[in-house]
């Protein structure tokens, strides 16, 4: 069942990392990482020990914190990034080289017979040094490369036996699901190896790229705290754990869900952003409930426009009524709420008030409850 096996890798440490206005201290990766381990992910991704030495340290700092999440680092294809990821300790190693043929020309210059190689030697080398180190090996820019040249260098890597995980890269944002669900797919029916997917966000298709590799088998979806990471980031660990919640609920009762505000919050304070207000579960508006026929519906059974509990993540939702699209069910209910009976016709005319004000400028909660009170005190 393609989604009941599936693990996290989360990468605000590595790709985040690469988000504009990121620059994480050793203590506030610390944090980062503790919180995404009380929230569950299975894999915490972290920047590439070649990067600076604060990286190299941090990746020390964060697998001595014991946590249970695996903590992995990220390389290129070549022995000397290998040597220094091995010295950190991480207890996994994400290789990745550009196979598209924009990367192959401006990135490293090398054929595919000299990638399979290389890669070949890296890996050997890794896997004689540490046995028990958990293994990926990835292509950037998967969706602009030739296929058949990605089928050469995935079937290679598989042969040798020495991966755990074969990675796919929409590193530009070009794919479509339909694309992604082929690719994985056959790498799952020919190699039988897991299968990770990591999606950017140009064209708006990260999370459902990120469902698309799942149903055709993935088994680890790269996610990042608010979808941070180069441009405009990847999928974002809040929209996948609400995509995948709508599909099933079961699919994400590993994780402790009410933590995730808390995450997302930690994020933007930390990158110094706000949290969009379109955002899934977490965005200012998400629960929201405005116009009249929508809060009476909502009041009535929250189900009829609600797809996602805001409880199930330690959220409240809230119904809107002092605009002029307000309905008399809503401010019937907030009398009730103040513990004030008051009469049908007294609601409407309220309700009349409201929208006629509303029409000059919308009022706030107190400037309704002051209405509401004023008819009640008589
Ligand atoms: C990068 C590119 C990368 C790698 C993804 C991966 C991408 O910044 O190194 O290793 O799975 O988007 O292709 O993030
Ligand atoms: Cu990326």
């Known amino acids: 069942m393609p989604f009941d096996n599936y693990s996290i890798i989360e990468s605000t440490l590595r790709e985040g990392e690469q988000f504009s206005t990121a620059a994480f201290t050793t203590a506030q990766k610390q944090t980062i990482a503790e919180r995404l381990d009380a929230f569950g992910v299975e894999m915490i991704e972290m920047t590439s020990p070649c ?6 340290a941090d990746i020390r700092a964060v697998v001595g914190m014991g946590l249970n999440a695996r903590i992995l680092t990220h390389i290129r294809c070549n022995k000397d990034d290998a040597r220094q990821a091995l010295d950190t300790g991480a207890h996994g190693i994400d290789m990745v080289i550009g196979t598209s043929p924009q990367l192959m020309k401006h990135s490293h210059g090398k054929s595919i017979n000299q990638i399979i190689d290389l890669a070949a030697d890296v890996l ?13 090996f990835s292509t950037e820019d998967s969706f602009r490369s030739r296929e058949s040249d990605l089928l050469r260098i995935y079937l290679s890597m598989a042969d040798l036996g020495l991966v755990q995980r074969l990675g796919v890269a929409d590193t530009v944002g070009v794919a479509t699901p339909t694309q992604v669900g082929a690719l994985v797919h056959q790498l799952v029916r020919l190699t039988g190896l897991h299968v990770e997917f990591h999606g950017h966000n140009d064209s708006g298709c990260a999370i459902a790229n990120a469902c698309a590799a799942l149903e055709a088998g993935a088994t680890h ?32 009762e590993k994780y402790n869900l009410t933590l995730l505000p808390q995450l997302d919050l930690l994020i933007a304070e930390t990158c110094g952003i706000e949290i969009p207000f379109s955002n899934y579960i977490t965005g200012s508006s998400a629960f929201i409930h405005k116009a009249g026929i929508h809060a009476k519906a909502v009041l009535a059974d929250p189900n009829t426009y609600e797809i996602l509990k805001p409880e199930d993540f330690g959220l409240s939702r809230e119904i809107a009524i002092g605009h002029r699209l307000t309905g008399w069910n809503a401010i019937h209910n907030r009398a009730l709420a103040l513990g004030l009976s008051l009469d049908e016709l007294t609601i409407k005319a309220i309700t009349l008030t409201v929208k006629e004000r509303a029409d000059r400028q919308p009022l706030s909660l107190s400037e309704v409850d002051a209405l509401l009170l004023e008819a009640a005190l008589g």
Request: glycine share 10%.
């Open 51 to 56: 990067a600076s030495p604060q990286s190299a």
């Open 221 to 252: 979806i790269d996610t990042t705290i608010l979808g941070i990471g180069e441009r405009n980031g990847i999928t974002p660990l809040g929209g996948l754990i609400a995509r995948l919640y709508t599909l099933n609920r079961r699919y994400v």
């Open 124 to 136: 050997s080398f890794i896997r004689q040094q540490a046995p028990d180190v958990i293994l990926r």
